[in-house]
């Protein structure tokens, strides 16, 4: 479970671990642990507060952990240690502890939260190799451009049709990336932009309950002895939307199956659900798969849509920076392609500050230590959770100078990339668990911002002065606005 569901932690422990056998059971078993950690010999482990007994350091995190634990870092070092009930939880806060966990170490702390069997791990490799062949090879984008294309000029269309009304960004960019998605796997759009009731109603509020479940804390992860009693519901509520959210593609895959069977001819271009079939995968392999896709690849992309058009209007100096770069760079035709964003060197720079700023995952996903090893003179045991919590090394004063300024020049003379060979800007990982779908994301989230900025003009409603933006974060599936961006279209462009 990422750190970012257990800071919620708080308000149900004391709430669940009231009863006062339940409370001594736990105590005993901490004070068992603890004398097993103090008779092992070795370095110590990684500083870090001190530990109440039983829930540990939860209370220490609050509703913003990425903000709490760069604080904790600042007193106890860039590579801490916090106990989470029975998980032990070390954290790295800066470019050179990043760079021991992500590369110096990274073969031993690259595991995943998931069950370790061989058969298991074999399955995982064989999933991202299958991915990363499908999906994000440049061969695959390459031939994903069109499809892009023609979703960000029915974004556009939409925005038109909406000229002089508030629009919520994050909600339009969310249903713009999400239907991308359906159509790369599934040939089909799920969410109508042009459709109000749609864009409120039934999906996109299925989606959301499945990120709330999948980001709230679960006990059972920090006291396995509570497992088998899903005593707050979540694996019942987990397994009723999955029943509910894969019955949106179940009919499509019961289709496409016939139709093989048949020998059907298919006249529209391949997608990710006929490679599935052919390749033999089950349904639930599928619903598996696509569900991961979509949580994965929907809520980080529309949320840095919507920091990026944030920070932008807040800094109005960079919109028009980027407005006069798209219309020197932009000259075939009346509107943004793939192939010109390679040119989009100062809109770049703006998507990299924006990730710096407000990475989507603070703390990347967690690592697992494979086997116990020796990072910096510490211990990391076996089994340990292992963070990186980037958002604190993007606002390393050590790391960059004026870390909290909206500033896109700084990556105009620096070879900074998003490929994790920098430690110093991670916002997509590094090493071997680096995002499989970086490049996918960044030709999508470029080609969205280049076309928002190209086609309209932007202005807040209630004349609002853009200075005064709220900036205001909250955490929750991913790095969010505390509120939502709300901007009033004007078409510039109007060739769509």
């Given at each position: 479970?990422?750190?970012?569901?257990?800071?919620a932690l708080?308000?149900?422990?004391i709430?669940?671990?009231?009863?006062?056998?339940?409370?001594?059971?736990l105590?005993?078993?901490?004070?068992?642990?603890?004398?097993?950690?103090?008779?092992?010999?070795?370095?110590?482990?990684?500083p870090g507060?001190?530990?109440?007994?039983?829930?540990?350091?939860?209370?220490?995190?609050?509703?913003?952990?990425?903000?709490?634990?760069?604080q904790?870092?600042?007193?106890?070092?860039?590579?801490?240690?916090?106990?989470?009930?029975?998980?032990?939880?070390?954290?790295?806060?800066?470019?050179a502890?990043?760079?021991?966990?992500?590369?110096?170490?990274d073969?031993?702390l690259?595991?995943?939260?998931?069950?370790?069997?061989?058969?298991?791990?074999?399955?995982?490799?064989?999933?991202?190799?299958?991915?990363?062949?499908?999906?994000?090879?440049?061969?695959?984008?390459?031939?994903?451009?069109?499809?892009?294309?023609?979703?960000?000029?029915?974004?556009?269309?939409?925005?038109?049709?909406?000229?002089?009304e508030?629009?919520?960004?994050?909600?339009?960019?969310?249903?713009?990336?999400?239907?991308?998605l359906?159509?790369?796997?599934?040939?089909?759009?799920?969410?109508?932009?042009?459709?109000?009731?749609?864009?409120?109603?039934g999906?996109?509020?299925?989606?959301?309950?499945?990120?709330e479940?999948?980001s709230?804390p679960?006990?059972?992860?920090?006291?396995?002895?509570?497992?088998?009693?899903?005593?707050?519901?979540?694996?019942?509520?987990?397994?009723?939307?999955?029943?509910?959210?894969t019955?949106?593609?179940e009919?499509?895959?019961?289709?496409?199956?016939?139709?093989q069977?048949?020998?059907?001819?298919?006249?529209?271009q391949?997608?990710?659900?006929?490679?599935?079939i052919?390749n033999n995968?089950?349904d639930?392999?599928?619903?598996?798969?696509?569900?991961?896709?979509?949580?994965?690849?929907?809520?980080?992309?529309?949320?840095?849509?919507?920091?990026?058009?944030?920070e932008?209007?807040?800094?109005?100096?960079s919109?028009?920076?980027?407005?006069?770069?798209l219309?020197r760079?932009?000259k075939?035709?009346?509107?943004?392609?793939?192939?010109?964003?390679?040119?989009?060197?100062?809109?770049?720079?703006?998507?990299?500050?924006t990730?710096?700023?407000?990475p989507?995952a603070?703390?990347?996903?967690?690592?697992?230590?494979?086997?116990?090893?020796?990072?910096?003179?510490?211990?990391?045991?076996?089994?340990?959770?292992v963070?990186v919590n980037?958002?604190?090394?993007?606002?390393?004063?050590?790391?960059?100078?004026?870390?909290?300024?909206?500033?896109?020049?700084?990556?105009?003379?620096?070879?900074?990339?998003?490929?994790?060979?920098?430690f110093?800007?991670?916002?997509f990982?590094?090493?071997?668990?680096?995002?499989?779908?970086?490049?996918m994301?960044?030709k999508?989230i470029?080609?969205?911002?280049?076309?928002?900025?190209?086609?309209?003009?932007?202005?807040?409603p209630n004349?609002?002065?853009?200075?005064?933006?709220?900036?205001?974060?909250?955490?929750?599936?991913?790095l969010?606005?505390?509120?939502?961006?709300?901007?009033?279209?004007?078409?510039?462009?109007?060739?769509?």
């Amino acid at each position: 479970m990422e750190i970012m569901a257990q800071a919620a932690l708080a308000g149900e422990v004391i709430n669940l671990l009231f009863p006062v056998f339940l409370s001594l059971c736990l105590f005993f078993l901490f004070i068992k642990l603890i004398k097993s950690a103090s008779s092992a010999t070795g370095p110590p482990l990684p500083p870090g507060p001190h530990p109440w007994p039983v829930v540990g350091n939860i209370f220490r995190l609050g509703r913003k952990p990425h903000v709490r634990l760069s604080q904790l870092a600042q007193v106890h070092g860039p590579l801490m240690s916090l106990s989470l009930g029975r998980q032990l939880i070390v954290v790295a806060s800066s470019p050179a502890t990043a760079t021991q966990i992500l590369k110096t170490h990274d073969k031993i702390l690259c595991g995943r939260y998931a069950p370790v069997s061989s058969r298991r791990n074999d399955q995982l490799k064989y999933l991202d190799n299958f991915l990363w062949t499908e999906l994000f090879s440049t061969r695959a984008i390459d031939s994903q451009a069109a499809l892009r294309e023609k979703k960000v000029r029915e974004l556009i269309r939409y925005l038109g049709s909406k000229e002089g009304e508030v629009v919520n960004i994050g909600e339009v960019m969310f249903a713009t990336v999400f239907n991308i998605l359906c159509n790369l796997f599934l040939s089909k759009d799920f969410i109508s932009l042009e459709d109000d009731e749609i864009m409120k109603g039934g999906i996109k509020r299925l989606l959301r309950s499945i990120s709330e479940v999948a980001s709230t804390p679960n006990l059972a992860d920090l006291f396995p002895i509570l497992g088998p009693l899903d005593i707050q519901g979540l694996n019942k509520k987990a397994r009723e939307l999955f029943v509910k959210i894969t019955a949106m593609w179940e009919d499509i895959i019961k289709e496409r199956r016939e139709a093989q069977s048949a020998g059907g001819h298919v006249s529209r271009q391949r997608d990710l659900l006929d490679v599935l079939i052919d390749n033999n995968f089950s349904d639930d392999q599928i619903n598996n798969l696509l569900l991961k896709l979509f949580t994965a690849g929907t809520h980080t992309s529309s949320s840095t849509i919507e920091w990026a058009m944030a920070e932008m209007m807040k800094n109005q100096e960079s919109l028009v920076k980027a407005r006069i770069e798209l219309a020197r760079e932009i000259k075939r035709e009346n509107q943004v392609r793939e192939a010109d964003l390679c040119n989009l060197v100062y809109l770049n720079a703006c998507l990299k500050e924006t990730l710096r700023l407000h990475p989507p995952a603070p703390f990347l996903l967690p690592h697992r230590a494979i086997k116990t090893c020796t990072v910096m003179n510490y211990t990391i045991p076996k089994d340990s959770q292992v963070f990186v919590n980037v958002w604190a090394i993007g606002r390393d004063s050590m790391a960059w100078s004026n870390p909290l300024s909206f500033n896109p020049e700084r990556f105009l003379s620096s070879n900074l990339g998003f490929m994790g060979n920098n430690f110093e800007f991670i916002p997509f990982g590094a090493g071997r668990r680096i995002c499989p779908g970086l490049p996918m994301a960044g030709k999508q989230i470029q080609l969205i911002m280049a076309s928002l900025i190209y086609c309209c003009n932007w202005s807040l409603p209630n004349g609002t002065h853009p200075s005064t933006l709220n900036m205001n974060d909250k955490l929750g599936v991913v790095l969010q606005r505390e509120q939502p961006l709300l901007l009033i279209p004007k078409l510039r462009r109007r060739n769509y």
